[in-house]
């Protein structure tokens, strides 16, 4: 009898499954050979590095991957790291190397230790650039010289980007990472070239051990060591499915897709320009979520009213179909460098998004004149975090007000549905906005009160879980009897057992990460809405998300 197969549970980051032979990478392998350099030569290294990096990341047509690449720039020659590592080696004399290595991690725990996710993936960043200049002032290589087989499966405690950027990215099959997150450079790597990834795989390192193989499954964020034939078997069929259906799709591409007899559009989730660019290049039906965080996290100062209005406006030329402008949603796991923000215990229940905006209503008021000055192409505006109707009433006189000033005829004011307070008060906020789009993410968090950056919780974060789908239903029956839009932009819009339920519910836009957007295109072309309506009144019916995912599964093949 085979041994059960070890599986370790972390955060789907790239989706796909694979199958393939362990390369363990361990930082402390790397030997040091040359030279060593004093700390500004060093750093003057990493940063050459990483600048030709991005320059090729940039032309290879990874922006995304450019722009982690550039903010690792300002990581290692930041002034404060300096210091503190100019203070360590005054103190105890240290060698540079470790007054590197003390100093930086100093500060990344300092990061770490606010209790913030977003703060605890910077943390990581700075770790991996520290490890990268000790290598430099050792007189090290910054290139990892790994000789990969076929498929590989590269497990790591995290990947720098000096570690990817030398892979041969066409010999790996997956990356197992036991640290990071979804924003971690190893997963932003990973959806950029579509390479399957689980990250923030706790304990993987350890349970590899004289392990040969693994299979990673991108999807379900799970990877299992060693896999028994059965299990390897049924991870390959999967990952040839898959491999047809995307191909499938493809002819799908730039088409418009109908779901009983209505058109359905499935827009884009952007959040930086890069994935701007990469949206058009999915020909998204527009976007369903534009996340502006980054022009507040980016900068050490507000964005003005010009330079926002220049990026919408970009934006809004791009499609013929809305592009949904989320107005700011920093507090919980999205920082901003300039709001000085008073530390919070819980900062997922704390001032962030709209009640943020309702405190410092001018930074608000700029981003709806911004959006305001947008006179071409379809701009639609749409607030984060709602929990009151009367937070919405607030904002919207604030709305009309700038509307009235602009001169501009009406446009589309809109909420996200994404506390279960918001899907409770559905009826009523329906009758004040023009669309809602349902953020599942949050929604699932916050339903099942459990932080959706806990890999260790990943369990209660299966958007398809019944109560979640019930908050769903309500809104979707709100917007409909409102005849208003509905949409959802967070994830299950692209996980399809989900999108099947949605559809039947009545949601006729998805908003899906800008690589996902053929294959949901397909989708919803192929569902028969017949079943998916009785499969979405029996879903919420069900005991639980994994009885959901089978009854969808069973009753529409392919869907698994
Ligand atoms: C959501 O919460 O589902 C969502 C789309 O917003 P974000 O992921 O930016 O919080
Ligand atoms: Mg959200």
């Known amino acids: 009898m085979t041994p059960p197969t070890e599986q370790i549970e972390g955060i ?31 750093v003057a290294k990493v940063v050459r590095h990483y600048a030709a990096l991005a320059d090729r990341a940039r032309e290879e047509g990874r922006g995304e991957e450019a722009e982690v690449l550039e903010a690792y720039e300002l990581l290692v020659t930041d002034p404060a790291l300096q210091a503190a590592i100019e203070r360590e080696q005054a103190i105890g004399d240290a060698p540079l190397d470790q007054a590197v290595m003390t100093a930086g991690n100093e500060q990344a725990d300092e990061l770490a230790a606010l209790g913030d996710e977003y703060l ?47 892979f041969d990215l066409d010999r790996v099959g997956g990356f197992a990472i036991a640290r990071g997150g979804m924003t971690s450079h190893t997963a ?20 590899v051990e ?15 060591i060693d896999p028994d034939d059965e299990t390897r078997a049924a991870g390959e069929e999967r990952a040839a499915v898959r491999q047809a259906r995307r191909q ?12 009983d007899g209505e058109r359905v559009l499935v827009a884009a989730n952007i959040g930086t320009t890069a994935q701007l660019e990469a949206a058009v290049e999915g020909a998204a039906d527009g976007v369903g979520l534009f996340r502006t965080e980054f022009l507040h996290l980016e900068s050490d100062h507000p964005p003005d009213r010009e330079s926002q209005a220049e990026i919408y406006r970009e934006a809004a030329r791009s499609f013929d179909d809305p592009v949904i402008v989320r107005t700011l949603d920093i507090g919980g796991d999205k920082e901003s460098r300039w709001l000085e923000l008073p530390r919070e215990d819980n900062p997922f229940l704390g001032v962030r998004g709209l009640r943020l905006c309702l405190e410092q209503p001018e930074v608000l008021a700029t981003q709806f004149e911004a959006i305001l000055d947008v006179a071409d192409g379809d701009l639609w505006v749409m607030l984060p975090m709602v929990a009151r109707l009367d937070d919405v009433t607030r904002a919207r006189a604030l709305w009309d007000e700038r509307v009235a000033a602009s001169g501009r005829g009406p446009v589309p004011f809109g909420v996200m549905v994404e506390t279960p307070a918001a899907a409770l008060l559905a009826r009523h906020l329906a009758k004040v906005v023009d669309f809602v789009s349902i953020g599942t993410n949050d929604l699932t968090q916050y339903t099942a009160a459990a932080d959706r950056g806990l890999a260790s919780l990943a369990q209660y974060h299966d958007p398809v879980a019944p109560p979640v789908l019930q908050l769903i239903r309500m809104t979707t029956d709100a ?3 409102e005849d208003i839009h509905v949409g959802v932009c967070g994830g299950a819009a692209a996980d399809p057992v989900a999108a099947t339920l949605l559809l039947g519910m009545g949601v006729r836009e998805l908003s899906v990460p800008p690589t996902e957007i053929d294959v949901m295109r397909s989708l919803v072309a192929d569902i028969d809405p017949v079943a998916a309506r009785r499969l979405a009144e029996l879903a919420v019916l069900l005991p639980d998300a994994a009885a959901v995912r089978e009854e969808v599964t069973s009753a529409i093949s392919g869907l698994a």
């Not at 932003?188 to 349970?207: D, K, M, T, Y």
């Not at 693994?214 to 990877?223: E, F, N, P, S």
Request: aromatic share 2%; hydrophobic share 50%; charged share 20%.
């Open 188 to 207: 932003i790597v990973a959806r950029s070239v579509g390479i399957p990834a689980v990250v923030g795989a706790i304990g993987v390192l350890e349970a």
């Open 12 to 42: 789907a980051a790239s989706g796909g499954i694979a199958v393939g032979p362990i390369v363990l990478l361990r930082h402390d392998q790397a030997e040091p050979t040359g030279e060593p350099r004093s700390l500004e030569d060093a």
């Open 120 to 166: 605890a993936q910077r943390a990581e960043d700075l770790r991996a650039a520290v490890r990268d200049i000790v290598t430099a002032v050792r007189g090290g290589t910054l290139t990892v010289d790994l000789e990969l087989p076929e498929d590989a499966i590269i497990v790591a405690d995290e990947l720098t980007p000096a570690d990817t950027s030398t």
């Open 248 to 259: 499938a799709a493809a002819a799908w591409h730039g088409k418009e897709v109908r779901f």
């Open 479 to 481: 917007a409909i009897a």
């Open 210 to 224: 004289g392990a040969t193989t693994m299979l990673v499954d991108g999807d379900a964020g799970m990877v299992c």
